[in-house]
């Protein structure tokens, strides 16, 4: 079986919903697991702890993860809950 690099495009409407899908996409990963996260413009408790999950389990697949587009208070609330140490970006 191939296995390719992840690259998923968070709807800002469905943070949580698309973070959980990407967890179940991490299965066929290799390499990197991409998230663009240039339509987000707010995570809330729940969109955090889906963000924890995903770090995890792409940690555990061996798989770098990678935020983009990551605006500005995003980026804040990641420092402030100490996930952005856990992504590239």
């Known amino acids: 079986m191939t296995k390719n690099a992840l690259w998923l495009r ?3 409407t469905q943070v949580t ?3 959980q ?4 996409k991490l299965e ?14 707010r995570v809330d408790a729940k969109a955090v702890q889906a963000l924890e ?10 798989v770098k993860p990678v935020l983009h587009g990551v605006q500005a208070n995003v980026y804040r609330v990641l420092m ?10």
């Open 28 to 41: 066929g990963c290799e390499g990197e697991a991409v998230l663009d996260f240039s339509g987000v413009s």
């Open 80 to 89: 402030l809950t100490n996930l952005a140490s856990r992504f590239s970006m």
């Open 21 to 24: 899908e990407a967890c179940v």
């Open 17 to 19: 919903q698309g973070l």
């Open 53 to 62: 999950d995903f770090a995890a389990k792409a940690a555990a697949a061996s």
């Open 10 to 12: 968070i709807d800002g």
